[in-house]
C-alpha cells in the first residue's frame, strides 16, 4: 500500500467523518422500496459467498441499507479510495484496499478467497475511475475462482442530485423515495474463457441497466 503523509491521513478521516454524516443523515429520511434482497441475506446467515454488482455512482443508497451487516468492499488504493475507506469502515464494512485495475488479478484472487470463505462482497465493476457503466471483468474473475453467484443490483431515487463526475454519482435529496432492487443470479463456468468472460459481462450490464431503469420508474411514481 502506498504510505501516506500524516497530513493526507487527517484529511482522509476528516472527509471521511463528514461523508459518514452526509451518508447516514440522507439516509434515514429516504422512503426506501427493496427487492430481492432475501437472496443476499440468505447468503449471509448461511456463510455462502456471493458477489453484489451495481454501478460506481449509485453506491450511497446500498451502503447506507447494508451498514453494520459486515460486508466487504473492495476499495481502491488511491486518496479518494482513503477517504471511502474511513466512510466505509464508520459504516461496519469490511474493507479490501486495492482494486482489478490497480493491483489487478492479485486483488482479484484476494477478493476471490474472502468470498470463497463466504463474504458478501459488494462491487463496482465500472469502477474505480471507468468508462462509466461498462462491466469490467474483475467482478467475473472473482466470482469464478469463488464459486459463488453474481447479483446484478439497479439502485436509483428522486429527487436528487446527480454530481458533475465521471461515474454522475447520485446524491439524493432528503425524503427522497428510493429503490434499491436485486436481480436474479448469474454464475460464472469454472471453464469459462475470455469468449464467455465477454458474454457474461454483456449480460450482467445489461441486467444492471434494466433493473435501474425499473428502479428509476418507481421512484418517479410510473409503476
Do not use: C
Not at 471521511?16 to 422512503?31: D, K, P
Not at 455512482?57 to 473492495?74: E, K, Q, S, Y
Not at 447520485?170 to 434499491?180: H, K, Q, T, Y
Amino acid at each position: 500500500m502506498v504510505e501516506r503523509s500524516e497530513q493526507d491521513k487527517r484529511r482522509a478521516r476528516r472527509l471521511g467523518a463528514l461523508g459518514y454524516l452526509l451518508v447516514r443523515t440522507i439516509g434515514s429520511t429516504i422512503r426506501l422500496y427493496v427487492e430481492g434482497w432475501e437472496q443476499i441475506e440468505a447468503h449471509r446467515r448461511a456463510g455462502t459467498g456471493a458477489v453484489m454488482v451495481s454501478w460506481h455512482g449509485r453506491t450511497l443508497i446500498p451502503a447506507n441499507f447494508m451498514r453494520g451487516m459486515g460486508i466487504l468492499a473492495m476499495i481502491s488504493l488511491s486518496r479518494d479510495g482513503d477517504i471511502q475507506n474511513e466512510i466505509f469502515t464508520r459504516l461496519g464494512f469490511r474493507t479490501l484496499r486495492g482494486s482489478t485495475s490497480r493491483g489487478g488479478v492479485r486483488a482479484a484472487l484476494e477478493a476471490a478467497r474472502e468470498v470463497k470463505k463466504g463474504a458478501i462482497l459488494a462491487f463496482t465493476p465500472d469502477g474505480p475511475r471507468g468508462p462509466s457503466r461498462k462491466f469490467q471483468p474483475g467482478a467475473l474473475l472473482i466470482a469464478q475462482k469463488a464459486n459463488a453467484p453474481i447479483y446484478p443490483a439497479g439502485i436509483s431515487a428522486y429527487p436528487r442530485i446527480l454530481l458533475p463526475t465521471w461515474d454522475r454519482y447520485l446524491i439524493p435529496l432528503p425524503f427522497a423515495r428510493g429503490a434499491f432492487l436485486i436481480g436474479e443470479p448469474v454464475w460464472v463456468p469454472t471453464e469459462a474463457d475470455k469468449d464467455d468472460f465477454a458474454r457474461l459481462a454483456e449480460q450482467l450490464e445489461a441486467a444492471i441497466n434494466a433493473l435501474e431503469a425499473r428502479a428509476e420508474a418507481i421512484v418517479r411514481g410510473r409503476t
